[in-house]
């Protein structure tokens, strides 16, 4: 079967959507080939998923027998994968039918985690992301052009294709049906700390110094501390992308950290540029 573009889930920040060819090429020489091995049964693992932009350029070049599991701590985010491998055509009848507006936006925003139906949840984490401002979904102060939409250069719907997220999310859940996908909701710890040794495990966790501006569920020094401390000995591959904090080089002074160029898109400077940063792979 022929291969076809996967794009990431919804509009996100941090997504490594412009970053994935520099985070991939470190995959192959750590994992030795295994996971590319048809005939090597072996572990995919992501414990930060998010919208899925690394794994959307891997997964169709996974043998069929290689067990993946995608986890992430925000729960409509995971009623969303998991109701595009699952519910694929009410999500999209969900799509079809909506035109973002502001109340939608401020109901759903204030509604997000609650448990609701996953299919609803699903969709409603969608068109808050696509609603708001650079895809900060509930983080944002309000939607795109402002919540009376009064003069907006950019009205709330200019980011907004069902057309364009059905085909995404149908190609999704033809990729995550013929594999053996595995999708979570728990703390990182959870699944890193139990992740066999013939696993591979691609870390993307929440930015060290913007993670709390960025991200409902965001990680403190502890927690990034952990984290270092959970890979420094573990028995699997594994390969980390981070923002270049100095912390972060304090935590994985022990690793091989390789600098990468990105541009962040939740803020623009008064020329109109973006600023650009510095992210990090970390490899063991």
Same mark, same amino acid.
């Given at each position: 079967?022929?291969?076809?573009?996967?794009?990431?889930?919804?509009? /996100?920040?941090?997504?490594?959507?412009?970053?994935?060819?520099?985070?991939?090429?470190?995959?192959?020489?750590?994992?030795?080939?295994?996971?590319?091995?048809?005939?090597?049964?072996?572990?995919?693992?992501?414990?930060?998923?998010?919208?899925?932009?690394?794994?959307?350029?891997?997964?169709?070049?996974?043998?069929?027998?290689?067990?993946?599991?995608?986890?992430?701590?925000?729960?409509?985010?995971?009623?969303?994968?998991?109701?595009?491998?699952?519910?694929?055509?009410?999500?999209?009848?969900?799509?079809?039918?909506?035109?973002?507006?502001?109340?939608?936006?401020?109901?759903?925003?204030?509604?997000?985690?609650?448990?609701?139906?996953?299919?609803?949840?699903?969709?409603?984490?969608?068109?808050?992301?696509?609603?708001?401002?650079?895809?900060?979904?509930?983080?944002?102060?309000?939607?795109?052009?402002?919540?009376?939409?009064?003069?907006?250069?950019?009205?709330?719907?200019?980011?907004?294709?069902?057309?364009?997220?059905?085909?995404? /999310?149908?190609?999704?859940?033809?990729?995550?049906?013929?594999?053996?996908?595995?999708?979570?909701?728990?703390?990182?710890?959870?699944?890193?700390?139990?992740?066999?040794?013939?696993?591979?495990? /691609?870390?993307?966790?929440?930015?060290?110094?913007?993670?709390?501006?960025?991200?409902?569920?965001?990680?403190?020094?502890?927690?990034?501390?952990?984290?270092?401390?959970?890979?420094?000995?573990?028995?699997?591959?594994?390969?980390?992308?981070?923002?270049?904090?100095?912390?972060?080089?304090?935590? /994985?002074?022990?690793?091989?950290?390789?600098?990468?160029?990105?541009?962040?898109?939740?803020?623009?400077?008064?020329?109109?540029?973006?600023?650009?940063?510095?992210?990090?792979?970390?490899?063991?």
């Amino acid at each position: 079967m022929s291969k076809y573009r996967l794009q990431p889930l919804v509009r /996100y920040p941090g997504s490594k959507d412009k970053l994935v060819r520099a985070i991939v090429c470190h995959f192959d020489q750590h994992m030795s080939g295994p996971l590319f091995a048809s005939s090597a049964p072996s572990v995919y693992i992501e414990p930060f998923v998010g919208s899925g932009a690394v794994v959307a350029r891997i997964i169709q070049s996974l043998p069929r027998n290689t067990r993946i599991l995608l986890n992430d701590k925000d729960f409509w985010l995971v009623c969303l994968w998991q109701s595009i491998m699952q519910e694929v055509g009410s999500l999209c009848e969900l799509l079809d039918g909506f035109e973002p507006n502001a109340p939608a936006f401020v109901e759903w925003k204030a509604q997000d985690g609650t448990p609701i139906d996953p299919v609803q949840a699903a969709f409603r984490k969608a068109a808050v992301h696509y609603m708001s401002f650079s895809g900060l979904g509930v983080m944002a102060g309000g939607p795109i052009g402002g919540k009376d939409q009064a003069n907006a250069k950019y009205r709330i719907g200019c980011r907004w294709s069902a057309a364009r997220l059905k085909r995404n /999310y149908r190609r999704w859940n033809r990729a995550l049906a013929t594999r053996r996908v595995e999708i979570t909701c728990r703390d990182f710890r959870n699944t890193v700390s139990t992740a066999p040794a013939n696993a591979f495990v /691609y870390l993307d966790p929440p930015y060290y110094e913007k993670g709390p501006e960025l991200y409902k569920h965001s990680m403190g020094d502890d927690d990034h501390s952990d984290l270092a401390a959970i890979l420094k000995n573990a028995p699997f591959d594994w390969v980390c992308s981070y923002d270049d904090h100095p912390r972060i080089r304090e935590l /994985y002074a022990w690793a091989t950290i390789r600098e990468v160029q990105c541009t962040y898109t939740t803020a623009t400077a008064k020329n109109g540029s973006r600023p650009k940063n510095k992210e990090v792979v970390i490899t063991p």
